[in-house]
């Protein structure tokens, strides 16, 4: 078992808000690498952690070990210019000599078409680069042929058609800039790709569609500023002068995502990364692409792992398990392995920078959220930020992200109306088939719930967002249309639904689901209902139209954010067929509120079609 991190005293003055500095950052490093130790095959070439296996296998998910490690040990072994407990330096250059030799009995996996081998081959890449005077060069020739064998297995072969392009780009920079052949085109042609993913404001789709999440931050813009870095004079000044505007634009919107409690906003795969969610803040100031004054800039970074480590991440192992704060398997993806949550490693990039650099010597600086509310619209994405003061939440209005698969788009981390900073939505098998918590659905009589198929923005404002789906019933071939307007007030949303439907089923909609380690309290009325955690976190949903009953269902082991669970939410009475009109208040607030108080906060009007919602502080809002 690791010992806890010995962290140095916080540092009032230069971090008032955090107290965490560079060697807070150097400590927690160091943790996760030693805690890996006793998981290292004899040859170090690599680390079989304790957990489910991936789809990819057991030799895979080893591979997957030492890769990312070793990506984070290059960012503290380069940013300490070497400096570091040599031990750590022999045992990463030990793996490389190991896992390139056959004969081994601990080689890594080829490179083959569309394999996991080519995600971990970019992280080896990338961290033999930042690396290269105390690894590379040092490692004999025949060792270095070897790597440089291994690697070439990259060369030509098919990649997903997503991000993966970029693994190969990166790979074949590397490959050639210490002499070795590589493929042009496969580099040419993996930044053309990117190309055709910009939607503008700094956003990329993941693929195509409409596939938006955090790796449009750790990865599609930080492979390309990444290759940049590698290929030095050979990339071309334009395309990287693009890159770093791309990301300062991002940047303005990117920073919003964080509470004031330095939780990520908890939408999107792969959340068992963690805090590789804080790599492209990183990214900006190490390409100096950022509009962030160096203050914010290592406030919202240190916000972010103090939050993590603050509730026991890592463990008490010293390792990150797959999952967000407690292990959690539904957080994950099938190609989750033990070592996957260590690409958190990115979220490290900033050792990169020199002790002296100012996001380590400057002041911390608030984020806006600690200031004022915010409402920060980004249209590429179709997404409304609603950040409050009062209580440190962001929330995420979802109205342009699906991640669907043909015809269909059920993923819960993407088709939810809303996300947060201190919510997730229901992910387990037996919640996630019930489509309750943040979903509009048409529930037939047997109990069964419409399916979502593919996202329609709408339009995006600092005021409202809007979309529309259709919705499927089982065994019914109609589309039935779903048009939804969201209107944030203060801590509050308003959803105002133009509902499509067939007679007979009742129209239902949850709210945020919260969790933890006991059951949420429950309170229900005539179209109102409210769920309320021990420590005063609470979800609502009030009907202002259209609306009758008032639920609260319960789940266990459903949620990222805890054991139990609880998920309020409206039904209509039966549908007449047609056309109808719902509006929804929507509370997610982490101060003291009652329920009376939210069902007196607001009316709504229904005038041909037209919906007027007037608020007791006098706002009036339009739908």
Same mark, same amino acid.
């Given at each position: 078992m690791?010992?806890?991190?010995?962290?140095?005293?916080?540092?009032?003055y230069?971090?008032?808000l955090?107290g965490?500095?560079?060697?807070?950052?150097?400590?927690?490093?160091?943790?996760?690498?030693?805690?890996?130790?006793?998981?290292?095959?004899?040859?170090?070439?690599?680390?079989?952690?304790?957990?489910?296996?991936?789809?990819?296998?057991?030799?895979?998910?080893?591979?997957?070990?030492y890769?990312?490690?070793?990506?984070?040990a290059?960012?503290?072994?380069?940013?300490a210019?070497?400096?570091?407990?040599?031990?750590?330096?022999e045992r990463?250059a030990?793996?490389?000599?190991?896992?390139?030799d056959?004969?081994?009995?601990?080689?890594?996996?080829?490179?083959?078409?569309?394999?996991?081998?080519?995600?971990?081959?970019?992280?080896?890449?990338?961290?033999?680069h930042?690396?290269?005077?105390?690894?590379?060069?040092?490692l004999?020739s025949?060792v270095q042929?070897?790597?440089?064998d291994?690697l070439?297995?990259?060369?030509?072969k098919r990649?997903?058609?997503?991000?993966?392009?970029?693994?190969q780009v990166?790979?074949?920079?590397?490959?050639?800039?210490v002499?070795?052949?590589?493929?042009?085109?496969?580099?040419?042609?993996?930044?053309?790709?990117?190309?055709d993913?910009?939607?503008?404001?700094?956003?990329?789709?993941?693929?195509?569609?409409?596939?938006?999440?955090?790796?449009?931050?750790?990865?599609?813009?930080l492979?390309?500023?990444?290759?940049?870095r590698?290929?030095?004079?050979?990339?071309?000044?334009?395309?990287?002068?693009?890159?770093?505007?791309r990301?300062?634009?991002?940047?303005?919107?990117?920073?919003?995502f964080?509470?004031a409690?330095?939780?990520p906003?908890?939408?999107?795969?792969?959340?068992?990364?963690?805090?590789?969610?804080?790599?492209?803040?990183?990214?900006?100031?190490?390409?100096?692409a950022?509009?962030?004054?160096?203050g914010?800039?290592?406030?919202?970074?240190?916000?972010?792992?103090?939050?993590?480590?603050?509730?026991?991440v &890592?463990?008490?192992r010293?390792?990150?398990s797959?999952g967000w704060?407690e &292990?959690?398997?539904?957080?994950?993806?099938?190609y989750s392995g033990?070592?996957?949550?260590y690409?958190?490693?990115?979220g490290f990039?900033g050792?990169?920078?020199?002790?002296?650099?100012?996001?380590?010597?400057?002041?911390?600086?608030?984020?806006?959220?600690?200031?004022?509310?915010?409402?920060?619209?980004?249209?590429?994405?179709?997404?409304?930020?609603?950040g409050?003061?009062?209580?440190?939440i962001?929330?995420?209005?979802?109205h342009?992200?699906?991640?669907?698969?043909?015809?269909?788009?059920?993923?819960?981390?993407?088709?939810r109306?809303?996300?947060?900073?201190?919510?997730? &939505?229901?992910?387990?098998?037996?919640?996630?088939?019930?489509?309750?918590?943040? $979903?509009?659905?048409?529930?037939?009589?047997?109990g069964?719930?419409?399916r979502?198929?593919?996202?329609?923005?709408?339009?995006?404002?600092?005021?409202?967002?809007?979309?529309?789906?259709?919705a499927?019933l089982?065994g019914?071939?109609?589309?039935?249309?779903?048009?939804?307007?969201?209107?944030?007030?203060?801590?509050?949303?308003?959803r105002?639904?133009?509902?499509?439907?067939?007679?007979?089923?009742?129209?239902?909609?949850?709210? $945020?689901?919260?969790?933890?380690?006991?059951p949420?309290?429950?309170?229900?009325?005539?179209g109102w209902?409210?769920?309320?955690?021990?420590?005063?976190?609470?979800?609502?949903?009030?009907?202002?139209?259209?609306?009758?009953?008032?639920?609260?269902?319960?789940?266990?082991?459903?949620?990222?954010?805890?054991?139990?669970?609880?998920?309020?939410?409206?039904?209509?009475?039966?549908?007449?067929g047609?056309?109808?009109?719902?509006?929804?208040?929507?509370?997610l607030s982490?101060?003291?509120?009652?329920?009376a108080?939210?069902?007196?906060?607001?009316?709504?009007?229904?005038?041909d079609?037209?919906?007027?919602?007037?608020?007791?502080?006098?706002?009036?809002?339009y739908?």
């Amino acid at each position: 078992m690791s010992a806890p991190p010995k962290l140095p005293p916080p540092d009032p003055y230069r971090s008032p808000l955090t107290g965490w500095t560079r060697a807070h950052w150097e400590a927690v490093a160091d943790r996760l690498l030693d805690a890996l130790v006793p998981y290292a095959t004899p040859g170090w070439a690599r680390y079989c952690l304790p957990g489910r296996a991936s789809c990819s296998g057991h030799a895979s998910d080893g591979l997957e070990g030492y890769a990312r490690s070793f990506l984070l040990a290059s960012f503290r072994i380069a940013g300490a210019d070497g400096q570091v407990d040599q031990r750590l330096t022999e045992r990463y250059a030990r793996g490389l000599t190991t896992g390139t030799d056959r004969r081994s009995g601990e080689a890594w996996p080829p490179i083959g078409d569309r394999a996991q081998p080519m995600v971990e081959a970019a992280s080896i890449a990338v961290a033999l680069h930042e690396t290269r005077r105390w690894i590379w060069d040092r490692l004999d020739s025949p060792v270095q042929q070897r790597v440089v064998d291994w690697l070439s297995g990259i060369i030509g072969k098919r990649t997903h058609d997503n991000n993966w392009r970029l693994f190969q780009v990166v790979c074949e920079e590397f490959l050639a800039s210490v002499g070795a052949g590589y493929r042009q085109s496969d580099i040419d042609g993996g930044l053309a790709r990117i190309e055709d993913w910009y939607v503008g404001d700094g956003w990329y789709t993941d693929g195509d569609g409409r596939n938006f999440d955090y790796y449009n931050g750790w990865a599609l813009h930080l492979y390309p500023l990444l290759w940049a870095r590698i290929a030095g004079d050979r990339a071309e000044a334009a395309r990287v002068a693009a890159y770093r505007a791309r990301l300062r634009r991002f940047l303005l919107g990117y920073q919003h995502f964080f509470g004031a409690d330095g939780a990520p906003v908890h939408q999107g795969r792969s959340l068992t990364y963690r805090f590789a969610t804080v790599a492209p803040v990183w990214l900006g100031a190490l390409a100096d692409a950022t509009p962030l004054p160096p203050g914010r800039t290592r406030r919202l970074a240190s916000g972010v792992l103090r939050h993590f480590t603050e509730r026991e991440v &890592p463990d008490e192992r010293g390792l990150l398990s797959l999952g967000w704060y407690e &292990p959690f398997l539904p957080v994950t993806q099938d190609y989750s392995g033990p070592a996957s949550p260590y690409w958190a490693a990115k979220g490290f990039l900033g050792l990169l920078l020199p002790p002296d650099h100012p996001v380590w010597t400057a002041r911390e600086l608030p984020l806006p959220i600690e200031e004022s509310d915010q409402c920060v619209a980004l249209p590429a994405p179709g997404w409304l930020l609603h950040g409050t003061r009062g209580d440190g939440i962001v929330r995420l209005l979802n109205h342009g992200s699906d991640h669907a698969t043909p015809g269909l788009a059920d993923d819960p981390h993407y088709v939810r109306f809303g996300y947060s900073s201190r919510t997730a &939505p229901q992910t387990a098998s037996h919640a996630r088939a019930a489509r309750l918590d943040g $979903h509009l659905a048409l529930v037939a009589a047997d109990g069964t719930a419409s399916r979502r198929t593919v996202i329609h923005p709408l339009g995006v404002s600092r005021s409202r967002a809007a979309s529309w789906y259709a919705a499927r019933l089982p065994g019914d071939g109609t589309e039935y249309r779903v048009e939804t307007t969201a209107l944030p007030h203060q801590g509050l949303e308003v959803r105002v639904h133009r509902v499509e439907a067939p007679a007979g089923v009742t129209v239902r909609e949850g709210g $945020h689901a919260i969790a933890g380690t006991r059951p949420p309290t429950a309170e229900t009325g005539d179209g109102w209902a409210l769920v309320r955690r021990a420590d005063g976190l609470v979800s609502a949903v009030v009907g202002l139209y259209g609306w009758c009953g008032g639920h609260v269902a319960h789940h266990t082991d459903a949620n990222a954010f805890g054991p139990c669970s609880a998920v309020p939410y409206l039904t209509s009475a039966p549908h007449p067929g047609g056309r109808s009109i719902h509006v929804t208040l929507v509370a997610l607030s982490g101060n003291p509120v009652r329920a009376a108080e939210l069902c007196g906060v607001a009316a709504a009007e229904v005038v041909d079609g037209a919906v007027a919602i007037r608020f007791t502080d006098g706002t009036e809002l339009y739908a």
